[in-house]
C-alpha cells in the first residue's frame, strides 16, 4: 500500500465515518475480513489449508522485536497481566509499584489479598509520572514495576528504557501493558529492557477481540511455573513421540507457549496474523509519523478552540491519544455520533484517537463540529 487513498480503501469505516476511536475499539480491515472469512469458508467444507494461516506469533515476534518462542497467546491484555501477577513469587514486604493514571487491569490482579503484596502508586504531576518519583518509589523489595506503556486515558507515554534501568538496578522485573501503544509507537523489547509485555489486538493493531499476545523474555519462561496448565502448556514433543499424552508428569515446554492452556480462537488469531502484517507491511515507524502528525493538528485546534488540553506535549509523552476537557462529555460524544464522528467520553472529556489512515480534513471536520456545538 502505498498512497493514502489506496490505504483508505481497506479500510471501510472510511466510506461512511470519521473514526478517530482506536484507543478503544477499532473496526477490521478488508483483509482482515477478507482471511477470518476464508478460513471460515474452508472450515465449513472442511478443506482447511493449514499452509495459508499462521496464528500471528512470528508477526507480533517481529513488531516487539523479539523471538517467536518467546509469543504465547492470550485471550487479552487482562489475560496476559493475571498470568504474570499470579506467577512471579512474593516474599514478605514486597511490593508492586504502578502508577495511578492506569486501567484497571494492570493494576486489579496484583490487589488480590493472596498474594499480600503492597501495591505503590506513583502520583503523577500535571498528567506525568515523573522518572524521579518512580526511583523514589522502587526499592529492593520491589517485585515489579507495572505499568501501561501509553496511558489510556491521557495517552501520557512513559520511556520504557529508563523504567527498565531503574527495575533493573534493584532486581526487579518490568511488566508493560502495551495495548495502547502497540501498532503506533515502535518497541524493542531488549533495547528497552522489557521482561513481560502483552496486549489485545483490537484496539490499534486493527485485529480482533479475544485475542492477544504474551511477551515473555527468553531467560524467564523456565524460571515461572504457570499459574494455569492444560495440554497447550507442555512440549509438544512429548505427545509427538509416544502418540499419547504423558499425563503422569509434567513435561512443561521450554518456550512461551508454556503459558498457553488449551485451544485458541483459531479464526481470531488468523485476523490478527493478518492485521499485524499488515501494520508491518506500512511500517510502524511510518504509522508513527503520520499519528503524531495528526495527533499535533488535533492539539493545536483544540487549544485554538479554548478547549483545555490533559494530554501532555512534550514530544517525548506523545502518543495516538488526544485528551481534552469539554462539558457533558456523554452528550457532545453522542452528538458526534450522529454527525457519523466516533470519539470517546473519558474523564471529564473527550478522548480522541486517531490512527495512519485517517486525514487532516477529517479533523477538520471534527474541529468544525466542535466548533458548532
Ligand atoms: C491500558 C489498557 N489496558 C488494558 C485494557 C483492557 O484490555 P483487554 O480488554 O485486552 O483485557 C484497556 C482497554 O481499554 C486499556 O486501555
Not at 207 to 229: C, H, Q, S, W
Request: glycine fraction near 6%; aromatic fraction near 10%; proline fraction near 4%.
Amino acid at each position: 500500500m502505498s498512497n493514502i487513498s489506496d490505504i483508505r480503501r481497506s479500510f471501510p469505516v472510511t466510506r461512511s465515518k470519521i473514526f478517530l476511536n482506536h484507543a478503544a475499539y477499532s473496526p477490521l480491515s478488508q483483509p482482515v475480513v477478507d482471511v477470518m472469512r476464508e478460513y471460515n469458508e474452508e472450515l465449513s467444507r472442511y478443506e482447511i489449508d493449514e499452509t495459508k494461516y499462521n496464528l500471528g506469533k512470528e508477526a507480533f515476534a517481529e513488531l516487539v522485536c523479539g523471538k517467536e518462542e518467546e509469543i504465547a497467546l492470550v485471550q487479552n491484555t487482562s489475560t496476559g497481566l493475571n498470568i504474570v501477577a499470579n506467577m512471579l513469587d512474593y516474599p514478605e514486604d514486597s511490593n508492586i509499584v504502578t502508577t495511578d493514571l492506569e486501567y484497571p487491569s494492570a493494576v486489579y490482579p496484583w490487589l488480590k489479598r493472596r498474594l499480600g503484596v503492597e501495591v505503590r502508586y506513583i502520583e503523577n504531576v500535571e498528567g506525568k509520572i515523573l522518572l524521579e518519583d518512580v526511583e523514589k518509589n522502587v526499592d529492593d523489595q520491589t517485585v515489579a514495576i507495572t505499568i501501561s506503556h501509553v496511558e489510556y486515558a491521557n495517552g501520557f507515554r512513559h520511556d520504557l528504557k529508563s523504567i527498565a534501568q531503574i527495575a533493573h538496578e534493584h532486581n526487579t522485573f518490568l511488566v508493560v501493558d502495551a495495548i495502547q501503544s502497540l501498532g503506533v509507537i515502535p518497541i524493542d523489547v531488549n533495547k528497552e529492557g522489557v521482561d513481560f509485555l502483552t496486549a489485545s489486538c483490537y484496539k490499534w493493531l486493527l485485529g480482533p477481540a479475544g485475542t492477544g499476545y504474551l511477551y515473555v523474555r527468553k531467560d524467564l519462561i523456565e524460571r515461572f511455573e504457570p499459574p494455569f496448565i492444560g495440554w497447550a502448556s507442555v512440549k509438544p514433543e512429548v505427545f509427538e513421540t509416544i502418540g499419547f499424552w504423558e499425563i503422569r508428569q509434567l513435561h512443561l515446554s521450554t518456550t512461551a507457549s508454556r503459558y498457553e492452556i488449551g485451544s485458541p480462537s483459531f479464526v481470531s488469531f488468523i485476523g490478527a496474523a493478518t492485521a499485524i502484517k499488515l501494520l508491518l507491511a506500512v511500517g510502524i515507524e511510518k504509522i508513527q509519523r503520520q499519528i503524531l502528525k495528526l495527533t499535533e493538528f488535533l492539539m493545536d485546534s483544540i487549544e485554538d478552540l479554548g478547549f483545555q488540553l490533559t494530554t501532555p506535549r512534550e514530544p517525548q509523552y506523545r502518543s495516538g491519544i488526544v485528551h481534552f476537557l469539554i462539558d457533558k462529555p456523554e452528550e457532545k460524544a453522542n452528538r458526534l455520533k450522529t454527525k457519523d464522528i466516533v470519539v470517546s467520553a473519558r474523564s471529564n472529556g473527550l478522548r480522541v484517537s486517531p490512527h495512519f489512515y485517517n486525514t487532516e480534513e477529517e479533523i477538520e471536520c471534527l474541529i468544525r463540529e466542535l466548533k458548532a456545538m
